[in-house]
T-cell receptor, first 114, second 113 residues
Framework: GESVGLHLPTLSVQEGDNSIINCAYS??????FIWYKQESGKGPQFIID?????DKRQGQRVTVLLNKTVKHLSLQIAATQPGDSAVYFC?????????????FGTGTRLLVSP | DTEVTQTPKHLVMGMTNKKSLKCEQH?????MYWYKQKAKKPPELMFV???????INESVPSRFSPECPNSSLLNLHLHALQPEDSALYLC????????????FGPGTRLLVL
């Protein structure tokens, strides 16, 4: 079946490094993608989104890149901080007979060491 | 304000109990969702409400019964649950249904004994 997957289950970085979290998707019809951050015991928190008519979008310390040719999505976090430690999910917005359905990837745990 | 609230934060129930989870948003969103999340897994969609009507039921067992009393509230009624139903139950809302960001609440941690 179609899925949204992540390449690495855990990413460990030093404080101040740049982090890159990758995500592959298989549904070429998907037109909207979201990155969420989930801290322990909390609900997913919206970080940034991108529509399929864009290749790149920047936020505060975060950048999302979309490569539709290879169906690849990445989240870049600049100057990673200990507070960035969390599980990061990419989510693919699939249309289903007029309704949207978010399909989440398996998640990447980001560990930031001081 | 992008806040979705959920109550209770934690819930322990027996397999013969009846309980309800509650979700509220005051962002004027017209779509609301219930997700189930097991430990170390991504959220999985259960139900979608659009304009207070059930739009999607992802083949969820009937022991889970959603209800949308008005555009701001979403309930999930629980009855005769099984231990494997223990999970984090997340509520989310979005302005509409197409290409809209979903905002999540903090979840209710449910334990079924």
């Amino acid at each position: 079946g179609e899925s949204v997957g992540l390449h690495l289950p855990t990413l460990s970085v030093q404080e101040g490094d740049n982090s890159i979290i990758n995500c592959a998707y298989s549904n070429s019809a998907s037109d909207y993608f979201i990155w969420y951050k989930q801290e322990s015991g909390k609900g997913p928190q919206f970080i940034i989104d991108i529509r399929s008519n864009m290749d790149k979008r920047q936020g505060q310390r975060v950048t999302v890149l979309l490569n539709k040719t290879v169906k690849h999505l990445s989240l870049q976090i600049a100057a990673t901080q200990p507070g960035d430690s969390a599980v990061y999910f990419c989510a693919e917005n699939r249309r289903n007979t007029g309704f949207q359905k978010l399909v989440f990837g398996t998640g990447t745990r980001l560990l930031v060491s001081p | 304000d992008t806040e979705v609230t959920q109550t209770p934060k934690h819930l322990v129930m027996g397999m013969t109990n009846k309980k309800s989870l509650k979700c509220e948003q005051h962002m004027g969103h017209r779509a609301m969702y219930w997700y189930k999340q097991k430990a170390k897994k991504p959220p999985e969609l259960m139900f979608v409400y659009s304009y207070e009507k059930l739009s999607i039921n992802e083949s969820v067992p009937s022991r889970f019964s959603p209800e949308c009393p008005n555009s701001s509230l979403l309930n999930l009624h629980l009855h005769a649950l099984q231990p494997e139903d223990s999970a984090l139950y997340l509520c989310a809302s979005s302005p509409g249904l197409l290409q809209e960001t979903q905002y999540f609440g903090p979840g209710t941690r449910l334990l079924v004994l």
